[in-house]
């Protein structure tokens, strides 16, 4: 199924299948993380969405490619990169779906180069405007995942549907060059993409890990150096301390704790203040000198409140408080190390404490080189110390992540909302935390000069690629221009041989076809000599075949002429039968009409028992002279093909037992019954020709009890495989075995002493196995001289449902009567016909008036309300047809009257000739009395 088979906007299942593929596949490519970090986007699904809208109409690739594209808004970065790689399939949609090959490359390359490429330049350059490399990388980026969208798509689509994209109706056709060119071009870019990205992929994954590997190791070194840098200004405070519990200095304290502080801040510059208190808070003495004097004026003389007292005090050890704002000898945040003086017995009755200023950390963090920034927090989480490009106060609350504590060495939205790269070290004496960060910013910069260049050598590659295409394509193309020319130039007629195609280039596949075009021009230039030969030959064979053609055409003419005469002669004979037998039928039915309707009234009243016997002999005879008739009529219809077979639901006992109880009376006649076995498994309702299947049944039996003098006649009846079976077996005299071939040729008899002893006409079993055969069905005989025969039917009939309701019907018709004071019009010429009929109706008490012709009829109907009107089809002035059309057009009753042909005309045509003019059914002659009220009863039961 091609693309152009889904205009209808209806997918087919292969079709749904592909567009799911093609959305899962692209979602999936487009949620891989970029290969390298960057101011552009770089993803590859894009492919799969430009594949998309080649592929499927507009209403179908355009949810697909914003399906695909949902992975790119939930990452960061350029907005306009964003929306032009969304839009870049749905544009190709719209303007390249079922376009020609051309015209998807300029719209796709075209809108992606000539629109977006400025809007991407002007947002980048607002972004990063301050280093150009960072810029114009940023951008390319984004735009080469574009070209590559459009060019692993465009290539997908072409390898899978081919070049031959139906567009208005003829192929596309595209010049070498331009195919070369697009396609080197393009391979060029992916493989020289897929080198370059892979290698800055690469060196970026160097470099970051080499900044991770330095600042691993240089937040080891801080964490040593703040450690030795918080001990040694510690054990300064703790000397000092120690000096001042010693018994020596007891009798002159207050000298040597001046000298004390005094010293102690002349070898540790890096505190602010020193002081000494007793061991109720006081402060005794303090370092500079006038800052005792400074903290009584501003109110704070004892410092028992403080941590670093009252945990000395309380612990009697050395002790390291977390950063706080100071008062009293001064305002700037600092730390404060403290450490006890002892009595003799070893208990706190002072302490000495040094204020160590934040703003010694920075030569710590001096040491760092340009990028790196540290920050020094305490447990509490406050700011001790912030490198000045992080922009972090001291007393602050050091930044908080949510991913605390498994964030990973990057850190998104961290610290100025900036990316960075950021190593924590705890310091376990201090439960203190050194992090030391770098921008990732910078590493971008420092990246986007390479990337940059990578990305100039890619379309330098390209470049040379479409370069590359066009020479290879010029060298391919120009033998094959040369060749084509030579072809075209080429005329066998002409004896001066041109001068062959230069091999400028010695391709094997160009060579062998300049090698193979030169050989078939020798063969056609000699194929021409003997062609020019030929045509003079054929010249003299066309004088000569002429003269012949003159003659056949003469013969022929004379044969033609017979074969129409002999067939208009045959066609002539077969309307003759047809008419012949049509006209045989309706004469003798007209009288036999006379014959069995007078015998069957005669035999419906009291008459002496020897005239009975008379008037039962003459109805006999009848029924066979009519019988021979109807077997005439139907070995018409089955030889002309006009027999129709018309399939119902029919109950198959009922059928079985009619045909048995038929012949059950000559069966008892000779002595013997006729036997009917039906197995159990065989349905109770079956579809079948129930009428065709009644008369070859009736064929059967009538056969097997003309030729059974004594013995039985047995019918079986079984069920299988949704085929009836019947076999009729009787033990008459049996066919010689040279003989059955011949039984079922027409007008045939297995001797000709049968006739004279059994009757017959020769009609029954061809008739029988032209039914059969009409039926799909197979009929099979097996006998032997004076054992008997059987016959073994077998006829397609599947399981029908039962009707309860329509055999009900059936059995109570027998049993109705017409109602009285029903108005009956006989249309009838023939008198004696008519006077039949009016006798059958005469004792139901029916009001019945005759009219003699159709115009009669028409007048009457006009002047009177009748109910039935019984309608004989051939009459004087005018027939039975046109009468009916008549009434039924401008009638009195047209609508509720019924009309039932009564004629002796029984082809299947006469019938639907009467249906057709508005009869509303056909009755045959002779006419039965219960047939007559049973049809008139069924009528007026519908109405």
């Not at 692993?152 to 010049?175: C, D, M, N």
């Not at 004097?293 to 410092?303: F, H, L, M, T, Y």
């Not at 971008?444 to 050598?457: A, C, E, F, R, V």
């Not at 009669?856 to 004989?872: G, P, S, Y």
């Amino acid at each position: 199924m091609n693309s152009g088979s889904i205009n209808s906007h209806s997918l087919s299942w292969s079709l749904a299948l592909q567009a799911v593929v093609a959305c899962v596949l692209g979602y999936g490519i487009n949620s891989f993380a970029a290969p390298f970090d960057s101011a552009g986007i770089a993803v590859f699904g894009v492919g799969v969405a430009v594949y998309a809208s080649l592929r499927f109409p507009p209403v179908f690739s355009i949810p697909l490619a914003l399906i695909i594209s949902i992975p790119l808004w939930l990452e960061h970065g350029s907005i306009v990169g964003k929306e032009s790689l969304t839009l870049l399939p749905i544009v190709i949609s719209f303007f390249g779906y079922n376009k020609s090959l051309k015209q998807v490359i300029k719209i796709g390359a075209g809108f992606w180069s000539i629109v977006f490429l400025p809007i991407l330049l002007l947002e980048h350059s607002l972004h990063n405007g301050d280093n150009v490399n960072m810029l114009f990388s940023g951008v390319l980026v984004t735009w080469v995942s574009g070209v590559f969208g459009l060019i692993t798509g465009h290539f997908a689509y072409l390898a899978i549907h081919g070049l031959k994209r139906q567009t208005s109706g003829e192929s596309q056709r595209v010049t070498l060059h331009f195919l070369f060119s697009y396609f080197f071009s393009g391979c060029f870019f992916v493989a020289s993409m897929a080198v370059i990205y892979l290698s800055v992929s690469l060196f970026q994954h160097q470099q970051e890990q080499q900044i991770r590997n330095y600042m691993a190791q240089r937040v080891n070194v801080l964490a040593f150096q703040l450690s030795n840098f918080i001990k040694q200004h510690q054990n300064a405070v703790t000397s000092t301390a120690q000096l001042l519990s010693s018994d020596a200095v007891e009798a002159s304290f207050d000298d040597a704790a001046s000298t004390s502080l005094e010293v102690l801040a002349s070898h540790n510059p890096e505190f602010l203040t020193f002081l000494i208190a007793d061991k109720s808070g006081d402060i005794t003495h303090a370092y500079p000198f006038g800052m005792l004097e400074k903290a009584q004026r501003n109110g704070v003389p004892n410092v028992a409140y403080r941590p670093y007292f009252y945990e000395v005090m309380q612990s009697g050890k050395t002790y390291l408080s977390n950063v706080f704002q100071g008062r009293g000898f001064g305002n700037d945040p600092i730390v404060a190390l403290s450490a006890p003086i002892l009595d003799k017995e070893g208990l706190p009755k002072g302490i000495v404490e040094g204020s160590l200023s934040l703003k010694s950390f920075a030569a710590i963090d001096r040491l760092s080189l340009n990028g790196f920034s540290m920050l020094i927090e305490d447990q509490k989480g406050d700011v001790i110390y912030a490198s000045q490009a992080l922009d972090l106060k001291s007393l602050s609350k050091a930044p908080v992540y949510a991913c605390e504590p498994q964030c990973g060495v990057e850190i998104e939205n961290g610290v100025q909302g900036k990316t960075w790269l950021r190593l924590t070290e705890t310091m376990s004496f201090a439960n203190w935390r050194v992090s030391y960060y770098f921008d990732k910013r910078l590493l971008l910069i420092s990246m986007s000069n390479y990337l940059l260049k990578d990305l100039l050598l890619l379309l330098a590659l390209s470049a040379f690629g479409t370069f590359t295409g066009y020479v290879v394509a010029k060298m391919v193309g120009a033998p094959i221009r040369r060749l084509v020319r030579y072809i075209a130039d080429f005329d066998p007629s002409n004896k001066d041989i041109a001068e062959a195609p230069q091999r400028a280039l010695h391709i094997q596949e160009l060579s062998s076809l300049s090698d193979e075009f030169m050989s078939l021009e020798s063969r056609l230039r000699g194929a021409f000599a003997e062609l020019k030969d030929a045509r003079k030959a054929e010249q003299m064979l066309n004088v000569e075949l002429g003269e012949l053609n003159q003659s056949l055409e003469s013969r022929i003419t004379e044969k033609t002429e017979h074969l129409e005469y002999a067939l208009k002669r045959a066609e002539a004979a077969n309307v003759a039968k047809t008419q012949f037998l049509a006209n045989m039928s309706h004469e003798i039915r007209t009288p036999m009409n006379g014959i069995i309707g007078s015998c069957e009234l005669m035999l419906d009243s009291d008459l002496p028992e020897h005239v009975r016997a008379r008037a039962q002999v003459i109805s006999r005879s009848a029924a066979n002279l009519l019988m021979i008739l109807d077997s005439i009529l139907d070995w018409s219809k089955i030889d002309s093909g006009k027999m129709q077979i018309d399939i119902q639901s029919c109950v198959l006992r009922e059928l079985l037992d009619a045909s048995c109880e038929l012949y059950r009376s000559t069966a008892a006649a000779k002595g013997y019954d006729i036997q009917l076995q039906i197995e159990n498994d065989v349905p109770a309702v079956l579809n079948l020709d129930a009428g065709k299947l009644s008369q070859i049944l009736n064929n059967l039996l009538s056969n097997a009890i003309k030729f059974t003098r004594e013995g039985e006649v047995l019918v079986s009846v079984s069920y299988g495989s949704n085929a009836l079976n019947i076999a009729v077996t009787d033990t008459g005299i049996g066919i010689p075995p040279e003989k059955l071939d011949l039984i079922f040729e027409q007008f045939e008899q297995a001797d000709a002493s049968t006739t004279r002893h059994f009757g017959g006409t020769g009609l029954g079993l061809p008739i029988t196995k032209g039914l059969v055969e009409l039926l799909n069905g197979q009929l099979n005989v097996e006998s032997e001289i004076g054992k008997g025969t059987s016959f073994k039917l077998v006829m397609p009939a599947s399981v029908g449902e039962m009707d309860l309701s329509s055999t009900l019907k059936n059995s109570e018709a027998t049993q109705v009567a017409l109602p009285p004071g029903l108005r009956i019009l006989l249309a009838e010429d023939n008198d004696i016909n008519a006077e039949i009929v009016m006798d059958m109706l005469k004792a139901t008490k029916v009001k019945c008036i005759r009219t003699r012709n159709g115009e009669d009829t028409v007048i009457a109907e006009r002047k009177h309300d009748f109910d039935v009107i019984l309608m004989d089809c051939q009459m004087p002035v005018m027939d039975g047809y046109a009468a009916a059309e008549i009434i039924r057009r401008e009638g009195r009753n047209k609508d509720s009257l019924i009309i039932i042909a009564l004629t002796a005309n029984v082809f299947a045509e006469d019938k639907n000739a009467c249906l057709a003019a508005g009869m509303n059914a056909h009755l045959s002659k002779p006419i039965r009395k219960q047939v007559l009220f049973d049809c008139i009863s069924s009528q007026l039961t519908r109405v």
